[in-house]
């Protein structure tokens, strides 16, 4: 008999060593992926955002390399509270938003936002503020475009939210989001009065221009619709920062 001892594979100190070997080099593989694919991640999102707001810019060509129509957009930091713009601003600042003023459902914002402008010839085309709020399952994400009077919207997109398919995505069809284009966030007062109403526009009756279509059967994401629209425009949101472009109009 020999003294050696015999190597036992299925020993429950070699299962485990075996185990936890595997489980170490795993997380190493999936912690150094997460870490080198961090940068392209970071790059990938950039690009979907410019891609989105070419989009409701109405910029995007297919086809069209991200990079240079985005060259056409200015990026600039806006001061909520003033309408102004800050260029060293702190961008983790956050405001909450009182109770009777989140129309959103978003309990808090940032105090300083970046918009995006388009411009030609040094004049400003479309002012694209980011925008976002509570629908009825989910917090929905966009960006809304409005003309330089600060009052006609150009375009609202929406690229992210968990509303139902079928009924509470309709925003995202192409006959919705092209029936917002020319309706007026203003009245006579700095108060928004854009809402999407039950039914659809009767275009031509009264007070149709600050109307969108509502969303059979999703009256409820509708109504968030209504509510982060207004938010954001409003004297609590972009409402300043509007308001100096339509005293400058
Ligand atoms: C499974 C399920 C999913 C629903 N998803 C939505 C939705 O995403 N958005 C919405 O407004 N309503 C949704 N609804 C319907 C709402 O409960 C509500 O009935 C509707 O918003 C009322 O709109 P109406 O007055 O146009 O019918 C859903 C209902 C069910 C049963």
């Known amino acids: 008999m020999s003294d050696k001892k015999e190597f036992d594979r299925d020993s429950i100190s070699n299962t485990l060593i075996i185990a936890i070997g ?3 080099v795993c997380s190493i593989i999936v912690s150094s992926a997460a870490i080198v694919l961090k940068p392209v991640q970071a790059k990938n999102e950039e690009a979907f955002r410019q891609r989105i707001i070419l989009d409701v810019a109405g910029l995007m060509e297919p086809g069209g390399d991200i990079d240079t129509l985005f060259a056409s957009i200015e990026t600039r ?26 129309l959103a459902g978003i309990s808090q914002r940032a105090e300083n936002v970046d918009v995006y402008l388009v411009t030609n010839n ?17 917090t929905m994400l966009g960006y809304l475009a409005v003309a ?5 919207i150009k375009g609202l997109r929406f690229y992210a939210h968990g509303e139902t398919p079928g009924l509470g995505d309709q925003m995202d069809k192409e006959s919705w989001r092209a029936q917002v284009a020319g309706k007026k966030i203003y009245g006579d007062g700095d108060e928004p009065v854009i809402r999407v109403i039950k039914g659809l ?14 969303m059979a059967g999703a009256t409820l994401t509708g109504n968030g619709i209504t509510g982060l629209v207004q938010y954001w425009t409003g004297p609590h949101g972009f409402g300043p920062y509007l308001k100096n472009f339509r005293e400058a109009g």
């Not at 040094?122 to 989910?138: A, D």
């Open 22 to 24: 595997l489980s170490l």
């Open 77 to 102: 930091t806006v001061e909520l509270a003033s309408g102004t713009y800050k260029d060293d601003a702190d961008m983790e600042a956050t405001v909450a938003i009182p109770d009777q003023l989140d």
């Open 122 to 138: 040094g004049r400003v085309e479309q002012i694209i503020l980011p925008v976002y709020g509570k629908g009825l399952w989910s």
């Open 148 to 152: 330089p009077d600060g009052n006609t």
């Open 201 to 214: 526009v009767q275009e031509g009756s009264a007070g149709s221009e600050h109307m969108f279509d509502g």
